[in-house]
């Protein structure tokens, strides 16, 4: 069971009623919206999470409190005018530079930056790169099992905006370099999802290889959407191609595509989850053709061959190797 706030959302309100006890909060990448319902008139979101937009919406009418406005990554945060940031540790430290980087420009002389996580996540490079972006930074004693890091702006720091820590966007992943070589190509025209898409690395081999596919990349990040975009613009690809961050294929009609590509997440923050990936499965089901095909790579102990024929009628082993396996589930 996953709990919606924890000791470090406790610890950066309390912080933050020390450090700016008035005036307008930027919240960075809130979770599920607890510190933004609990600062609701003072905050403003600015988030990468589709999904996280979509709790703290929910939320905020559950508790019948007004709305938040929120800004999606990479769009600039609106930092001007706030009298503090708090936001909880991004899980990768490219995705902390990168965060930092764009908001350091945005915030006055002086503004306190309040980042928070569980003691054991909070790490002196994390603390490095917050000063190196923001200014002046020392993380605090634990309390609530949590640590905070706190900075306050100075102007005379800021770095070159970082890259933005997508999945994908480096390096090809093994899983995924698997699924491309068990793919073969396309039937003419097909129209593809490259579902959880990350920086786009399916998808984009899927468009390179079948010039007549037309393809719909999706992820609940905004800066993974964002990430393939630029990347399919980079490449000079003529596939129509639209890219829409929603939670795994919540706006795609039933019965509307050919093939879908997906590498299925198994983190959910630092949670371990297959949680995500049935939902995957089961929403493919649903939007595939009949005949239509669900190609799906997985690390081998994550047993996704047992789960699939749940709901596809036939799956098949593409190609396997000691750590991974891909399948394709016909729908
Ligand atoms: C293992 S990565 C694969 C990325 C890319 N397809 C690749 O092969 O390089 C899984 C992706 O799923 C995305 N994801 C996680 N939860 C999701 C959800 N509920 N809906 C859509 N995408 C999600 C993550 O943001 C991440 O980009």
Redesign the pocket.
């Known amino acids: 069971m996953l709990q919606a706030w924890d000791g470090a959302d406790r610890y950066l309100l309390e912080a933050l009623a020390e450090h700016a006890p008035t005036g307008p909060v930027l919240v960075v990448d809130d979770a599920f919206g607890a510190l933004s319902c609990t600062l609701a008139g003072r905050a403003r979101g600015w988030g990468d999470s589709e999904?996280g937009r979509l709790a703290l919406e929910h939320n905020l009418a559950q508790n019948e409190l007004g709305a938040v406005p929120w800004t999606p990554m990479p769009r600039p945060p609106p930092g001007e005018g706030v009298a503090a940031v708090v936001g909880r540790l991004p899980r990768s430290l490219a995705r902390l530079k990168y965060l930092t980087a764009a908001l350091a420009p945005t915030l006055a002389p002086d503004t306190p930056v309040l980042f928070g996580d569980k003691s054991k996540h909070v790490q002196k490079s994390a603390v490095a790169a917050i000063e190196e972006a923001i200014g002046p930074a020392a993380s605090t004693r634990a309390a609530h099992r949590a640590r905070l890091i706190l900075a306050t702006r100075d102007e005379r720091v800021g770095p070159e905006p970082a890259s933005r820590g997508?999945?994908?966007e480096d390096e090809?992943?093994r899983?995924?370099a698997l699924?491309l070589e068990a793919l073969g190509p396309l039937p003419e025209g097909a129209e593809v999802i490259?579902?959880?898409?990350?920086?786009?690395?399916?998808g984009l081999a899927a468009a390179k290889r079948n010039p007549s596919a037309s393809l719909l990349f999706?992820?609940?990040?905004h800066l993974?959407v964002a990430s393939a975009r630029d990347r399919f613009a980079a490449a000079g690809l003529t596939n129509p191609a639209r890219f829409v961050a929603?939670?795994?294929l919540a706006d795609v009609p039933d019965a509307s595509a050919d093939v879908i590509?997906?590498?299925?997440?198994f983190h959910?923050g630092q949670a371990i989850t297959r949680r995500?990936a049935a939902?995957?499965f089961v929403e493919s089901a649903r939007v595939l053709r009949p005949g239509g095909m669900l190609i799906v790579v997985g690390n081998r102990h994550l047993g996704y061959h047992a789960r699939l024929p749940r709901y596809f009628p036939r799956v098949q082993v593409m190609r396997s190797t000691k750590r991974f396996v891909v399948l394709g589930a016909t729908r």
């Open positions: 999904l997508v999945f994908g090809l992943d899983g995924s699924l490259d579902l959880g898409c990350g920086a786009g690395a399916l999706c992820d609940e990040s993974a929603q939670d795994v590509l997906c590498n299925p997440p959910q995500v939902h995957m």
